[in-house]
């Protein structure tokens, strides 16, 4: 069930500017490998999912369009967020767990050999 819907997230991001594509096809792909092998393979080989998995699981990686896109979305999602809950302590909380991951996310290595892909646009 979470691998259908990443991976449809992970459709959808490809047209949506706002929602990323690779953190759903790179979840979808985990959710897969144990449950739908057979599934877990055609997203491997898919022509434009196929590419920024093999990116992430060689080199554990992403495009630098994909930390902007990345970035901008965990930002802007964080901070509605934080203005939308009503305790202090949520607010702190939330501003913390944005901290932990931006600071996780920004160290990702950068490969640009996929910038001319699909799902960077």
Do not use: Y
Not at 112 to 117: K, S, T
């Amino acid at each position: 069930m979470v691998g259908s819907v990443s991976l449809c997230l992970g459709f959808l991001g490809i047209f949506l500017p706002i929602l990323p594509t690779t953190p759903f096809i790179i979840l979808a792909s985990a959710c897969f490998m144990r449950s739908s092998p057979t599934f877990h393979n055609w997203l491997h080989q898919h022509q434009t999912f196929g590419p920024i998995l093999d990116n992430w699981h060689r080199h554990r990686a992403v495009t630098s369009k994909v930390k902007k896109r990345g970035a901008l979305c965990m930002v802007a999602s964080f901070a509605f967020s934080i203005w939308v809950v009503p305790h202090l302590w949520l607010k702190i909380m939330l501003a913390v767990m944005l901290i932990i991951l931006m600071s996780w996310f920004i160290r990702l290595p950068v490969i640009e050999h996929l910038a001319d892909q699909p799902e960077n646009h």
